[in-house]
T-cell receptor, first 110, second 114 residues
């Protein structure tokens, strides 16, 4: 089992819809969780971090964390074509040993 | 320039050759990382460093060597390059205790081993 798993995608949603991205992790001791966005040919950039159970909202983005279920998700409301990218879930599994999922490619169609 | 920079951006090398990828950051971040990114695998951690002269193995360290004599530099060396090491390599840094801060990534180095 991989330490961090994401739904494989690709995911396609129409403009204005909600995009839902999911991630599960195997290490129950993990405390820090991150969502990165990566445009094609570019480096990853952080869009959300979450450390406590529940929801964390930042503009059109909401991260949700459930440590009991070892599950973290990212919701993108009012999706825009500029949101089309690969989204990477990252989990800090051992202090600063950060592990990434394989990524989910999102396409937002105008 | 401020930030984290990698060099070279592109590199083609032959099987068996030694090659070094450079990473330099100007923030004085304590932590630095090397990842490789391959289709279907996402980012996989090769090595990381918590401070100068302290390095640790990640998921896929075999065939790679790192050093960190200065806080700002974290070079990655492929001692004898193999075709399976063809990949995009990302260096990252973070100023963190306990892992609660984001990692900032360099632009990446696309390495092709022929």
């Amino acid at each position: 089992q991989k330490e961090v798993e994401q739904n494989s995608g690709p995911l396609s949603v129409p403009e204005g819809a909600i995009a839902s991205l999911n991630c599960t992790y195997s290490d129950r001791g993990s405390q820090s969780f991150f969502w990165y966005r990566q445009y094609s040919g570019k480096s990853p950039e952080l869009i959300m971090s979450i450390y406590s159970n529940g929801d964390k909202e930042d503009g059109r983005f909401t991260a949700q964390l459930n440590k009991a279920s070892q599950y973290v998700s990212l919701l993108i409301r009012d999706s825009q074509p500029s949101d089309s990218a690969t989204y990477l879930c990252a989990v800090n599994v051992n202090n600063n040993d950060m592990r990434f999922g394989a990524g989910t490619r999102l396409t937002v169609k105008p | 320039d401020a930030g984290i920079t990698q060099s070279p951006r592109y590199k083609i090398t032959e099987t068996g050759r030694q090659v070094t990828l450079m990473c330099h950051q100007t923030w004085s971040h304590s932590y630095m990382f090397w990842y490789r990114q391959d289709l279907g695998h996402g980012l996989r951690l090769i090595y990381y460093s918590a401070a100068a002269d302290i390095t640790d193995k990640g998921e896929v360290p075999d065939g790679y060597v790192v050093s960190r004599s200065k806080t700002e530099n974290f070079p990655l060396t492929l001692e004898s390059a193999t075709r399976s090491q063809t990949s995009v390599y990302f260096c990252a840094s973070s100023d963190s205790t306990g892992g609660n801060t984001e990692a900032f990534f360099g632009q990446g180095t696309r390495l092709t081993v022929v």
